[in-house]
């Protein structure tokens, strides 16, 4: 059976010029760094500063073992460069109606610039409401919505999702999914 599929039939609440993106009283520029990832700038709502700078600092894993030589390993996978190892799977990673950005690092190996459609936004369905009151034969609510701002990275056998979500009422959340194949 496919998936349920979203789509945006009157096009994207949304604007991107360059890497400036605006939504419902939201403005941020985009952007992804080779060592941290994604990072967002200038981020406003209502015209207010709520950041200069949203970024991750590090992506570490913890590992457990019944042997004493392995039993507290850290690895800090950040140090590979989060931006240097990021591209997105069509139709897994961004919605068709889904935009996707570019993203420009210099890669230490080759001394080439490479260029990789990474930063997928799209506007999602919050799964509920924000807002509703019903009594007295009145009825009113706002259905959650949000704009999703999503970039993948790939590092040895670890695939890394982060996420930010701007949401109607203000509220800015991330998320970061760990994935990948199981190495032995």
Wanted: overall charge neutral; glycine content about 12%; aromatic content about 12%.
């Amino acid at each position: 059976m496919p998936p349920p599929r979203t789509c945006e039939p009157k096009g994207p609440g949304y604007t991107i010029k360059g890497h400036t993106v605006g939504w419902m009283g939201w403005s941020f520029e985009d952007t992804t760094r080779m060592m941290r990832g994604p990072a967002k700038l200038y981020v406003k709502f209502q015209n207010q500063r709520i950041a200069y700078e949203i970024a991750l600092n590090y992506i570490v894993l913890i590992y457990g073992s019944e042997s004493f030589e392995r039993e507290n390993v850290f690895y800090t996978d950040s140090i590979y460069g989060i931006g240097g190892y990021s591209g997105t799977i069509p139709g897994v990673d961004c919605p068709e109606h889904g935009n996707l950005l570019d993203t420009s690092y210099y890669h230490a190996n080759t001394g080439q610039a490479v260029t990789t459609k990474s930063i997928c936004i799209f506007e999602s369905d919050g799964e509920g409401p924000l807002w509703r009151h019903k009594a007295n034969g009145y009825q009113s609510g706002l259905r959650d919505t949000c704009l999703i701002v999503r970039m993948a990275s790939t590092i040895g056998n670890y695939d890394y999702v982060v996420e930010f979500h701007f949401k109607l009422d203000g509220k800015l959340m991330t998320k970061v999914k760990a994935t990948g194949q199981i190495a032995t």
